[in-house]
């Protein structure tokens, strides 16, 4: 089988640009090919990740984020996710047919209304979307249904928003980032009881843009290559009703991560985690179903303090979905962050072991209705 | 399904959406449109391959470099294609019967979408004796500038 | 390079004005009826591809979230992958190369749009950007009329030979939909009156542009390995390319139109094709426009540029000529946007596993499907052939 390796990236910062859509893409792809020493039409293919009209006001978005992709009369295509286009990119590549893909996933969150405006459409017109489901209403359900079944604290899960928000403050790219004490976030705005507003993620701009080579190719742009070991997506059913909230498809995507990339211990043989945690409890949720934990004990993982960013097993030293939040790009901003620190090449933000391996989670739809795993080795 | 064929017709829900979005125009297109409320039509090159683009891009989407050089464009141009809409839908700008038009604006690259106006538009058959692709076109400004591709409120034809 | 791929299961809902069903219930319809096809069950898929056009047709975003039953997805891997108009050539090159990468065997790839529950038009001019080509945007007809204008200007071709063709291929496309069983628009026309529609935007008349339609398509995707052990007749992808423009409309040339001719040249190139016209036995285009479908003709190599008109009056686009071209009617007389172009490689898949019915064409072994995307910006071809 070929060898996938992330060779370039480049992040904007979450803060709002004053660019338009296309200078704001064009900016972030070239910085990468720059980076790289590649021409554009030297590309294999571009893949670029954006939603459809609600994420970006324009429909079929990828006819405006063609040309700042680089992909004029380049095979190319678009996915709806970020973790997706870069899967689907590693799939390219993994076929032989390629040997450099340009993942690049935009969105301006500055441009569009409040996100639930926007995940609120994700609900059917009948049942759903009358009673004004969305993704935060759905994440209050499953808040509420882990507290009740396992015991898990308010506090403990505000402890997710301390730390990464914490974290944050040392990465320059971070959208929102503060010191905040536990009871800060409890006395912060109730959104959707459990939920308070320090829990649930903001809403940033996010152009992140990759550049993946097999592996013959990738030593001619990178003396530090970050291998994509395993990756593996799974989804649930639609209806809330219809699902164990607690006891989703996240633990069936990263088994199918795990065995591509050989992992049998997760825990031990994963070395930091870069984790998609829209609201601060699914942190936590999402570590147990990932097997950092047993099930039901995520709130003891963050009691414990080892998924600090200087600890044993740090889990979001970026800061997170909580402290940036381009909700298409969100996925891929998990592996940039990820590789970054497996390259050793964080800045403030590296954590102080040696990372090997690390995990890139994604997720959208509500309650993480749809997961995506992402292994990378250095 | 137990019910294979059911008496009453499956109704449909009526439903609007509708989604406000403030978008960037970013630097090159909020320039573009302040130049054309003093009636300058501008527009950026391509340092490389020399293209003069029209909406001015602030990169070449071929060479993928930036394009630092803004060009005072020609306000006449050339007919590349033009469509007679008596189309009708929701949300349209023009209210039809119009005339969109692909200007190539002299000293320029690339096409530009407009309309075509100044006269009768009703009988279409007068109307496609007087437009012709390859025919000249000048800009007609409007009185009230708004910083918005209405200030060139229309291309008139420029008679042989 | 890579695995083969085959399809090995198609399955097409009946196209038209869909409310008697909802949304998922059309989309299950087609996934039925391709496992059905391929003798297979939902735990034998292995991962699910889904597009649309515009979420904004229905008002749902990321649909593939509200199809989950409907498409087989809960507990399997899942892509959804878009690009306009082109969406249904774009999941099946996705379903392509996850077959082809070795990550499965056994891929569902489903294309659906419900046209009826939306305006089309109003949906499609928001592809345009809202600055510079949405304030003149006349729909997709305006766009289409303009691409023809251009393309008779530069070729010279006399406007009423131009007439006289796409008068043509209506009449020819609408007699092939009468022996298509999932087509929306089943009439019986004239030259006359092909010629004497009313015009939407001129030279575009009525019956030169396609309906909207709600409709949904599947096909299975499977290895070489998958595809003997089920031991159903394959067609086997030979070939495939996708190629876009730019952004702007006016930035090339439309009449040569650069995406569709090098999209077409890098799937003959995997599918060895030199002389498409004579090699290839039947073609799918993706021809929502009769003026458009020639200038397909011409970037597909199928005759020289400027030339179309006078080889469809010739005939030799016919179902009984050198090249039949969209036998089952095309999109002009079915188009859910979003499985248009994967019905274009089902039909393909059908003609070249000789299962298309009363539409078949004798013989045929090796069939171009198409499609294409945006504003004029993108188009996607694959081959498919009876031998691998």
Partial sequence: ?378 | ?160 | MGRAVAVIGTGQTRHGRRNDVSYPDLVREAVRMALEDAGITPKDIEGVVSGTMPSMMEGISDTHLYFAEALCEVGKPVLKVESCGSTGQSIAHCGFYWVASGMADLVLVVGMEKMFEGDGQATMSTVADPWFLKPFSAGAPGVFTMQAMEWMHRFNIPEDKAHEAAAFISVTHHDSALDNPYAHIKIKIGMDEAKNAPIITYPVRLLDVCPTSDGACAVILASEEMAKKIGRKPAWIRGLGFRGEEFFYGESNKSIWPSATEAAKHAYEQAGIRDPLKELDVAEIYNPFTYQEMIFYECFGFCPRGKAPDYVLEGKFNRTGELPCDPSGGVLCTNPIGASGLIRLAEATLQVTGKAGARQIEGAELALSHAMGGIDQFNGVTIVGAKL
């Fill in chain 1, 1 to 378: 089988m070929r060898k996938v390796a992330i060779t370039r990236f480049a992040q904007s910062a979450g803060v709002e640009s004053g660019d338009n859509l296309m200078d704001f893409t064009y900016r972030i792809s070239k910085e990468v090919l720059d980076k790289a020493g590649l021409k554009r039409n030297e590309v294999g293919c571009v893949m670029i990740a954006s939603s459809d009209i609600f994420h970006s006001g324009l429909s079929c978005a990828n006819a405006v984020d063609w040309d700042g992709s680089g992909a004029f009369m380049i095979e190319g295509t678009r996915a709806e996710d970020s973790m997706f286009a870069l899967i689907y990119a590693a799939m390219r590549i993994l076929s032989g047919h390629f040997d450099t893909v340009l993942v690049t996933s935009i969105i301006k969150g500055s441009e569009n209304p409040d996100n639930d405006t926007l995940t609120g459409f994700f609900a059917d017109p009948f049942y759903m979307r009358p009673l004004g489901i969305n993704e935060t209403t759905a994440a209050a359900f499953q808040m509420r249904e882990y507290m009740q079944r396992f015991g898990v604290s308010e506090e403990q899960c505000a402890k997710v928003a301390v730390k990464n928000l914490g974290n944050a403050l040392f990465n320059p790219y971070a959208h929102m980032k503060k010191r905040v004490t536990v009871d800060d976030v409890l006395n912060s705005e109730t959104v959707s009881d459990p939920l308070k507003a320090l829990e649930c993620a903001p809403k940033s701009e996010g152009v992140a843009s990759v550049l993946l080579a097999s592996g013959d190719a990738a030593e001619r742009f990178t003396d530090k290559p970050v291998w994509i070991k395993g990756f593996g997506t799974s989804m649930d059913h639609f209806n809330l009703g219809d699902r164990d909230l607690l006891n989703g498809q996240l633990t069936v995507a990263a088994e199918r991560a795990y065995r591509m990339a050989g992992i049998r211990q997760p825990r031990k043989e994963i070395d930091l985690a870069e984790i998609c945690e829209p609201y601060a409890f699914q942190e936590l949720l999402w570590c147990e179903k990932l097997g950092f934990c047993p099930d039901g004990e995520g709130g003891k993982l963050i009691d414990s303090g080892e998924t600090q960013m200087y600890r044993a097993f740090p889990v979001n030293p970026s800061g997170g979905v909580l402290a940036m939040n381009p909700y298409v790009s969100r996925g891929l901003y998990r592996v940039i962050e990820a590789a970054m620190q497996i390259r050793g090449r964080a800045g403030e933000h590296q954590v102080d072991k040696k990372v090997r391996t690390a995990l890139a989670h994604g997720t959208h739809g509500f309650a993480g209705q749809c997961h995506s795993v992402v292994i990378l080795e250095g």
């Fill in chain 2, 1 to 160: 399904m137990a019910d294979e064929k059911p008496k009453e017709k499956p109704r449909e829900m009526k439903a609007q959406v509708t989604v406000p979005y403030e978008m960037a125009m970013g630097r090159n297109w909020h320039r573009f449109f302040e130049n054309l409320k003093e009636e300058r039509i501008m527009g950026t090159k391509c340092g490389k391959c020399s293209r003069v683009f029209i909406p001015p891009r602030s990169f070449c989407p071929r060479c993928f470099e930036d394009n630092e050089e803004w060009v005072e464009i020609g306000q006449e141009g050339t007919i590349e294609t033009w469509c007679y809409s008596n189309l009708m839908f929701y949300g349209q700008t023009l209210k039809p019967p119009f005339i969109a038009v692909q200007v190539h604006l002299d000293g320029t690259d690339v096409g530009l979408q407009h309309r075509i106006a100044g006269f009768d538009l009703s009988d279409f058959e007068k109307v496609r004796e007087l437009v012709k692709s390859g025919g000249r076109v000048r800009v007609v400004w409007n009185k009230e500038k708004k910083g918005n591709i209405f200030d060139i409120d229309y291309f008139e034809l420029i008679p042989e």
